[in-house]
């Protein structure tokens, strides 16, 4: 970080309580100093295993949507990133998610890494709550070639709820 964006960081995070402010300065770093990024989803794989094929041909697998995010790798080379999308859910309604997420990356060579890791998000869903906003975290993994990403995360459930395979792509800009 350089000396004038420490001393930035400092300030914003100086009325944060002490167990918070590392939080806070990561998030300043990742906002003021991160790599914007385009977010594109497409894909919702039901798992096969814990749905019947009836089940799956009721629901929406394709995932569209969008949105953009803001990326961080930090001294380590692991990343960190803000991000905030909508797409068509399994019953086709728009969800909206918000969230952070940390890869703990390897790099494979000179333009590629590989990264697996963790979200945490809000997104709201009709079917879920009324569409009242609620938390949630999952399992991230992501291989980047260059400025182009595809990453997935693995929705859990029980039988013929959840265990939903989520794929997006990314594209640094």
């Not at 001393?7 to 944060?16: A, E, F, R």
């Not at 990343?79 to 797409?87: M, S």
């Not at 309604?93 to 963790?118: D, S």
């Amino acid at each position: 970080m350089h000396n004038s964006s420490a001393q930035q960081v400092t300030k914003t995070c100086s009325g944060w309580p002490s167990w918070s402010k590392a939080a806070c300065q990561r998030l300043h770093q990742i906002w003021a100093e991160g790599d914007n990024e385009l977010y594109l989803t497409g894909y919702a794989w039901h798992n096969r295993y814990t749905y019947n094929k009836d089940r799956v041909k009721k629901y929406n697998e394709q995932a569209w949507g969008s949105g953009l995010g803001k990326s961080y790798y930090d001294k380590d080379g692991d990343w960190h990133g803000l991000y905030a999308f909508a797409f068509l859910d399994s019953h086709k309604n728009l969800e909206p998610i918000a969230g952070y997420a940390f890869l703990k990356v390897a790099a494979l060579n000179e333009y590629a890494r590989f990264g697996l890791g963790l979200s945490v998000f809000i997104t709201a869903r009709p079917d879920l709550y009324n569409n009242i906003p609620f938390p949630g975290a999952l399992p991230w993994a992501s291989f980047s070639y260059r400025r182009a990403s595809l990453s997935a995360t693995y929705i859990p459930g029980s039988r013929g709820a959840g265990n939903v395979l989520f794929l997006l792509g990314k594209w640094v800009i």
